[in-house]
């Protein structure tokens, strides 16, 4: 069965940015990622995006995204979660199967695009992915296709996320300026006008193997 993953984004008031990264580090992702089909998660801050922060868990398959241990957990948050997302601004989240992936590793900043459109979307955005991260200094990257069931949001319907992740900024800006053309994106089929950030890698975080 195709991976998966769990997105999110938000911004934070300043007065709760330090709270919110320690919480976010120390007991969120770390929860998360303990959970059965859960892989690894990656955190990422702007360095030119809307939202502020955005984070990618990848998971074995959207019905990890469903596991009634999952949901129990989102249902029952401890005091801290809900002090801490209490205060979320402009958030997120989408659920959704990898149509994509393209390299191996991973990189210390990260290129997002989220768009929404029809069926059409899929195969261009895969040329688009494959063609960046053949750009030297990339990494790799995925595009995932949002499934509305397993978010639980309508509101997804049609989104994709592409995420190309390498070494530094320069690459991940030539890459937008040469292969995300205003136009090309209409062309393929997309409803609206794409959200397109250029995010540092904060943290990541990968699930402890069991004996």
């Known amino acids: ?118 069926p059409g979307l899929d195969p261009w955005l895969t040329d688009v992915l494959t063609a960046m991260a053949a750009m030297p200094r990339a990494t790799g990257g995925s595009v995932w296709r949002a499934d509305v069931d397993a978010t639980g949001d309508a509101n997804v319907e049609g989104l994709r996320l592409l995420v190309l992740e390498a070494l530094d900024e320069r690459t991940i800006r030539e890459a937008a300026a040469t292969h995300l053309l205003p136009n090309a994106f209409g062309a393929a089929g997309a409803t609206e006008q794409p959200n397109i950030g250029f995010y540092r890698l904060i943290s990541s975080m990968q699930k402890i193997p069991r004996d």
């Not at 702007?46 to 241990?69: G, H, M, S, V």
């Open 1 to 118: 069965m195709t991976d998966a993953a769990l997105v999110t984004y938000m911004d934070i008031p300043d007065a709760m940015e330090d709270e919110y990264n320690d919480w976010y580090t120390n007991e969120h992702v770390a929860e998360r990622v303990d959970l059965a089909g859960f892989w690894s998660a990656f955190r990422y801050v702007a360095i030119d995006a809307q939202p502020k922060y955005f984070a990618w868990y990848e998971t074995r398959d959207l019905n990890a995204l469903t596991d009634p241990t999952y949901k129990a957990i989102l249902a029952d948050q401890s005091d801290w979660s809900k002090r801490v997302m209490g205060e979320f601004q402009n958030f997120g989240r989408m659920c959704g199967e990898r149509i994509a992936r393209v390299g191996r590793g991973h990189g210390g900043v990260c290129l997002a695009v989220r768009v929404k459109g029809g």
